[in-house]
Every structure is written in C-alpha cells, then in structure tokens.
T-cell receptor, first 112, second 112 residues
Framework: QKEVEQNSGPLSVPEGAIASLNCTYSDRGSQSFFWYRQYSGKSPELIMFIYSNGDKEDGRFTAQLNKASQYVSLLIRDSQPSDSATYLCAVETSSNTGKLIFGQGTTLQVKP | TAGITQAPTSQILAAGRSMTLRCTQDMRHNAMYWYRQDLGLGLRLIHYSNTAGTTGKGEVPDGYSVSRANTDDFPLTLASAVPSQTSVYFC???????????FGDGTRLSIL
C-alpha cells in the first residue's frame, strides 16, 4: 500500500514566522510532488509542485524535496493569518499516470 | 474564468437511486480525475482518464463508473447509491498525466 504521511497538526505559528510543513512517502519510484492548500469548505488549490531534488521557491513558498529520504516539505515565510488552512501533500505513484496519493493534510493556524 | 465546472453543487439522494455528477473543463486538458474527500480519510482517487476515450480505476472505484466521450467532459455515475457514498466529490484536470492537477469546486452528496 503506497502511503503519504503528514502530521495532522494543528501547527500553530505567530504572524511573520516561518511555517514548516512536512510529508513523507513510501513509493521510492515517485517522481512528482505537489502541495495544495485547502480552506474549510473549499476545493484544493495548487500551491507548489516539485520534480527534482533540492529547493524550489515561489514568492513566500519554498518546496524542498529529498528523494533519498523520501521526504518533501513546504516552507511558508512571513506567515499571514490568511495562510491558515489545511495543506495537502500529494505524490504521484510511480506508474506515471497522474494518479496521486494524498496525505491527510496538516492544519496550519497563523495567529496575529 | 471558468476552468472546471462541477454540477450539482450539492444533492440529497435516496439510497438505491442513480446519480450522475457532471464535470466539464474548458482548458483542453488531456487528463481528468474524480476524487472523493471524507473526514479522516483525505482525498482518494476514484477513476481517472489520461485522454479522451480511455479511463482507469483509482484507489476506490467500486460503485462508480465514468466515461470520457470527449476532451471536455468526464461524468461520474453512481448506479445504485449507498449511504457510504456520502462524501464531497471533486473533479480535477491536468494538461498531461504527470502535470499539476486543478480542482473544481466540488459536489456535496448525501445518500439517505
């Protein structure tokens, strides 16, 4: 059974701090990794995607991938109350068909 | 901007009845997907289609069927609904199978 694991949280950080969200996966052949943000009652919204080892930055968001350790993370700099949401890690199965396995998500609370 | 349109937004259905959830995208994406999201279980893939005319089974396909007659539409049918199919259903699409997926607003379905 291919799995994607996330700490459910809640992760609470003060406004302006860095939030670090982590995800591990079991399928060593996975090649594509995605982070989605989901506000309560809304649909998932793509935040970042990463395919290669290392860091990928987009504005306040940085995705980090370490395939050897089967670990992907999302850093949010200068966290804002509007970042309060559930963050979903998704990993494509090694079949390369676009089939994603989602983690259960980490709830982030940014306190003013 | 349209993107992905799902209908209906919500529905209450008697057990044993059939129901088709509609999904249409205007981005000319080749790949489309159906997920269900349940509290404590996260997002799970039901069926997918990498191109018009082809479909595949996801993690939880039992009790559901799909068709992909053209690029834009990917309906999901429950032939005989059961209470365990009460969930929020999301349709998603991506340009190709391993590209980022974008989600519709979802359909909240209750089976009584």
């Amino acid at each position: 059974q291919k799995e994607v694991e996330q700490n459910s949280g809640p992760l609470s950080v003060p406004e302006g701090a860095i939030a670090s969200l982590n995800c591990t996966y079991s399928d060593r052949g996975s090649q594509s990794f995605f982070w989605y943000r989901q506000y309560s009652g809304k649909s998932p919204e793509l935040i970042m995607f990463i395919y290669s080892n290392g860091d990928k930055e987009d504005g306040r968001f940085t995705a980090q991938l370490n395939k050897a350790s089967q670990y992907v993370s999302l850093l949010i700099r200068d966290s804002q109350p509007s970042d309060s949401a559930t963050y979903l890690c998704a990993v494509e199965t090694s079949s390369n068909t676009g089939k994603l396995i989602f983690g259960q998500g980490t709830t982030l609370q940014v306190k003013p | 901007t349209a993107g992905i349109t799902q209908a209906p937004t919500s529905q209450i259905l008697a057990a044993g009845r059939s129901m088709t959830l509609r999904c249409t995208q205007d981005m000319r994406h080749n790949a489309m997907y159906w997920y269900r999201q349940d509290l404590g279980l996260g997002l799970r893939l039901i069926h997918y289609s990498n191109t018009a005319g082809t479909t595949g089974k996801g993690e939880v396909p039992d009790g559901y069927s799909v068709s992909r007659a053209n690029t834009d539409d990917f309906p999901l049918t429950l032939a005989s609904a059961v209470p365990s199919q009460t969930s929020v259903y999301f349709c998603a699409s991506s340009a190709e199978g391993n590209q980022p997926q974008h989600f519709g607003d979802g359909t909240r379905l209750s089976i009584l």
